[in-house]
């Protein structure tokens, strides 16, 4: 399933929503577009060629359900990226040893951290 297929009755809400008059209709989906990939993903469309390309490779990829974080992890995760110690999951120490211990749980140790960060959702346990 795309996220496209995924997202499909959100991005219509969109559409829908927003539908000041028929004549208008391609600006009103362009708008809800917009909306949507700013609200979802955290993408700010604009008329330039390449993020909206951005915009339309990520509708038309496979759906991935985000990676579940505490704020702890989430925090942590955090605190790699910025000190610029990003690389792969399985390359830090501390992160494997907090893993046999209970947190990080189904995270694929070949993603980097940024990738993890990239795909998350903060959830409290």
């Given amino acids: 399933m795309t ?3 995924y997202y499909k009755d959100e991005i219509k809400r969109h559409i ?7 004549s208008l209709k391609s600006d009103v989906i362009g708008d809800a577009f917009r909306l949507f990939a700013y609200e979802r993903i955290g ?8 993020e ?4 339309i ?8 359900e985000p990676i579940k974080l ?3 992890e989430y925090d942590l995760l955090k605190c790699y990226q910025e000190t610029k110690d990003d690389g ?3 390359d830090h120490y501390i992160l494997k040893e907090m893993q046999y211990k209970g947190y990080f ?10 990738e993890i960060l990239d795909n998350c959702e903060v959830v409290e346990r």
Avoid: R, V
Wanted: charged fraction near 25%.
């Fill in 43 to 50: 993408l700010w469309l604009n008329d330039e060629w390449f």
């Fill in 88 to 90: 792969e999951f399985e």
């Fill in 16 to 22: 829908k929503n927003n539908t000041p008059s028929l």
């Fill in 57 to 64: 490779d990520w509708l038309l990829a496979e759906h991935k």
């Fill in 52 to 55: 909206s390309q951005h915009f």
């Fill in 3 to 5: 996220n496209l297929e």
């Fill in 70 to 72: 505490t704020k702890f």
């Fill in 105 to 114: 749980q189904n995270i694929d140790y070949n993603l980097t951290i940024e």
